[in-house]
């Protein structure tokens, strides 16, 4: 009895998977599915890709239902050691006798060649009924055609590393492209850059599982002329990455159309909806790895996602900046704001963007900017200077228009650190001392704090109130001093309001 409620819940279980994964199958069709029928399975010794690896006895599984041969050590191992993927004749693949005999470990003697597009596997069977068996069992699954299901994987991952890496169209792929990793100096972000293919006919769903886990950004393929690779984004990557991804950090997601040059037509009807609904997608690309359209601005994209991600910064559902990037902007904008009167004039602006940037800007350009935020934000412009509104407002802009990375370079040269928290080196800069040295101010470290005092002291009567106190300190994490500062420092008479000599010794 128990065995037969966990052999239904398996069933069961495997039953929602495919449902998942072929939502465009009926039950009728997924049923026959949950029992692996398998049409020949026993062991054969395998020698590896160049042949002159030793022969090592496995026990093989040929499935017909996904064209599968599987292999692993014992018949009852949890999972295969690999698996080798069988097409059709038209795809190249075909089956013979092997005559060549298993030297290098091997102790059998019929040999059987199962050559794909890329490889040529070798086994070697005990007797010859064995070999029999299995040269039948390969070439009824090479005569049976594929379905399009079988092509729905096949969208164009091996070709696309393939085209980006030699700057041409490979005639013959592997199922799966090496791993690779293009050096920081010929990528567009300036960053090392490791790319991972996977094959679904190589690899196992463990393989993929752990890919994903590791990976900094992923670039989900379909085919534009595949509706069934279209609809398997929906139905089975963006469900399958976000059980596998941790929820906190999510990884930034590509959506990859290939083979436009197939089409007339775009699949941006099908995919922007896809893109509103799940806000982890970082950006959509219809590329061609044929005529090599839109390949290195795919990968500049995945760089970007990883480098200046969208998540922090935007919500795209509410169509409004984050809360924490407006409150770090804000503060961004005080800092600047040097006169403290609420508005960023031509001097600031320029203070503002050689901070950031390390160049001023062009006079033409700064009215550019403020034209700009004026013809959106009546209220973005005042006294020809840029509002905090107007500035906020410019940053929504670039982001809308994904320039994430300018909203991001302000940010890092301001401080933040990829949660948009403070980085510790920015709150507090190393200082080496050496023994039994102590440390004072110099002449410009108290021209600088005499400038930020006079610029809080907005009454000009040479002390702070609790409220010029609260607005010097609005641009620190948090307020550094409490209530026993009133007795440490020189305060005026009247309120007790620190004055500009806030040395605790007085000066
Ligand atoms: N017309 C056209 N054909 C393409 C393009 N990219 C790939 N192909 C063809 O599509 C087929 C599959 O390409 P692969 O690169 O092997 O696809 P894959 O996604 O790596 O497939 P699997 O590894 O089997 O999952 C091959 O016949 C390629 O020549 C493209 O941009 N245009
Ligand atoms: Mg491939």
Request: contains cysteine; glycine residues 4%; hydrophobic residues 35%.
């Given at each position: 009895?128990?065995?037969?409620?966990?052999?239904?819940?398996?069933?069961?279980?495997?039953?929602?998977?495919?449902?998942?994964?072929?939502?465009?199958?009926?039950?009728?069709?997924?049923?026959?599915?949950?029992?692996?029928?398998?049409?020949?399975?026993?062991?054969?010794?395998?020698?590896?890709?160049?042949?002159?690896?030793?022969?090592?006895?496995?026990?093989?599984?040929l499935?017909?239902?996904?064209?599968?041969?599987?292999?692993?050590?014992?018949?009852?191992?949890?999972?295969?050691?690999?698996?080798?993927?069988?097409?059709?004749?038209?795809?190249?693949?075909?089956?013979?006798?092997?005559?060549?005999?298993?030297?290098?470990?091997?102790?059998?003697?019929?040999?059987?060649?199962?050559?794909?597009?890329?490889?040529?596997?070798v086994?070697?069977?005990?007797?010859?009924?064995?070999q029999?068996?299995?040269?039948?069992?390969?070439r009824?699954?090479?005569?049976?055609?594929?379905?399009?299901?079988?092509?729905?994987?096949k969208?164009?991952?091996?070709?696309?590393?393939?085209?980006l890496?030699?700057?041409?169209?490979?005639?013959?792929?592997?199922?799966r492209?090496?791993?690779?990793?293009?050096?920081?100096?010929?990528t567009?972000?300036?960053?090392?850059?490791?790319?991972?293919?996977?094959?679904e006919?190589?690899?196992t769903?463990?393989?993929?599982?752990?890919?994903?886990?590791?990976?900094?950004?992923?670039?989900?393929?379909?085919?534009?002329?595949?509706?069934?690779?279209?609809?398997?984004?929906?139905?089975?990557?963006?469900?399958?990455?976000?059980?596998?991804?941790?929820?906190?950090?999510?990884?930034?997601?590509?959506?990859?159309?290939?083979?436009?040059?197939?089409?007339?037509h775009?699949?941006?009807?099908?995919?922007?909806?896809?893109?509103?609904?799940?806000?982890?997608?970082?950006?959509?690309?219809?590329?061609?790895?044929?005529?090599?359209?839109?390949?290195?601005?795919?990968?500049?994209?995945?760089?970007?996602a990883v480098?200046?991600?969208?998540?922090?910064?935007?919500?795209?559902?509410?169509?409004?900046?984050?809360?924490?990037?407006?409150?770090?902007?804000?503060?961004?904008?005080?800092?600047?704001?040097?006169?403290?009167d609420?508005?960023?004039?031509?001097?600031?602006?320029?203070?503002?963007?050689?901070?950031?940037?390390?160049?001023?800007?062009?006079?033409?350009?700064?009215?550019?900017?403020?034209?700009?935020?004026?013809?959106?934000?009546?209220?973005?412009?005042?006294?020809?200077?840029?509002?905090?509104?107007?500035?906020?407002?410019?940053h929504?802009?670039?982001?809308?228009?994904?320039?994430?990375?300018?909203?991001?370079?302000?940010?890092?040269r301001?401080?933040?650190?990829?949660d948009?928290?403070?980085?510790?080196?920015?709150?507090?800069?190393?200082?080496?001392?050496?023994?039994?040295?102590?440390?004072?101010?110099?002449?410009?470290?108290?021209?600088?704090?005499?400038?930020?005092?006079?610029?809080h002291?907005?009454?000009?009567?040479?002390?702070?109130?609790?409220?010029?106190?609260?607005?010097?300190?609005?641009?620190?994490?948090?307020?550094?001093?409490?209530?026993?500062v009133?007795?440490?420092?020189?305060?005026?008479?009247?309120?007790?309001?620190?004055?500009?000599?806030?040395?605790?010794?007085?000066?």
């Amino acid at each position: 009895m128990v065995i037969v409620s966990l052999f239904n819940a398996i069933r069961a279980t495997r039953l929602a998977y495919l449902q998942r994964k072929h939502p465009t199958l009926r039950d009728n069709d997924l049923i026959p599915q949950l029992t692996r029928y398998c049409l020949k399975e026993g062991y054969m010794e395998k020698t590896g890709p160049t042949h002159r690896e030793p022969f090592k006895k496995r026990w093989f599984t040929l499935c017909s239902m996904n064209r599968k041969l599987l292999y692993s050590k014992n018949p009852l191992d949890a999972t295969e050691l690999g698996a080798v993927f069988i097409g059709t004749e038209s795809h190249s693949y075909s089956a013979s006798e092997s005559s060549g005999r298993s030297s290098r470990g091997g102790r059998w003697n019929c040999g059987i060649m199962l050559q794909t597009p890329d490889r040529q596997y070798v086994f070697m069977c005990e007797q010859h009924q064995e070999q029999k068996e299995w040269l039948e069992a390969f070439r009824k699954i090479i005569s049976q055609p594929m379905t399009p299901e079988d092509y729905a994987t096949k969208v164009g991952k091996t070709s696309l590393i393939m085209s980006l890496v030699s700057e041409e169209f490979p005639t013959v792929v592997p199922y799966r492209a090496e791993e690779i990793t293009i050096p920081a100096d010929v990528t567009p972000e300036r960053v090392p850059t490791h790319i991972v293919d996977y094959s679904e006919a190589e690899q196992t769903d463990e393989q993929l599982f752990q890919e994903i886990s590791k990976a900094n950004v992923i670039c989900i393929v379909y085919s534009v002329n595949n509706k069934t690779s279209i609809e398997k984004v929906t139905s089975h990557w963006l469900p399958l990455i976000n059980d596998n991804t941790d929820k906190d950090s999510r990884v930034p997601l590509i959506l990859v159309g290939n083979k436009s040059d197939l089409v007339e037509h775009s699949s941006m009807e099908t995919i922007l909806p896809i893109m509103n609904r799940h806000s982890e997608i970082e950006t959509c690309v219809e590329c061609s790895a044929k005529n090599l359209k839109n390949i290195s601005e795919l990968f500049y994209y995945a760089q970007k996602a990883v480098l200046h991600p969208t998540g922090p910064l935007y919500c795209p559902e509410k169509k409004n900046m984050k809360l924490l990037c407006v409150k770090a902007l804000t503060r961004i904008f005080k800092v600047s704001d040097l006169d403290n009167d609420g508005i960023l004039n031509d001097n600031e602006l320029n203070f503002f963007q050689r901070t950031s940037f390390n160049i001023p800007l062009e006079s033409q350009a700064l009215e550019d900017v403020k034209n700009v935020v004026r013809k959106n934000l009546s209220e973005g412009v005042r006294d020809n200077g840029l509002t905090l509104k107007g500035f906020l407002f410019l940053h929504t802009l670039f982001i809308q228009r994904g320039r994430h990375e300018t909203t991001w370079t302000v940010l890092r040269r301001f401080g933040y650190d990829d949660d948009l928290e403070l980085n510790q080196d920015y709150l507090f800069p190393p200082l080496k001392l050496p023994p039994d040295c102590t440390t004072e101010l110099n002449h410009n470290a108290y021209l600088f704090l005499q400038s930020v005092f006079d610029k809080h002291d907005k009454d000009r009567d040479c002390a702070l109130s609790p409220e010029e106190m609260k607005d010097l300190f609005d641009v620190f994490p948090y307020m550094p001093w409490g209530p026993d500062v009133h007795n440490t420092v020189c305060t005026n008479d009247q309120a007790g309001s620190p004055t500009r000599d806030i040395s605790p010794s007085g000066r």
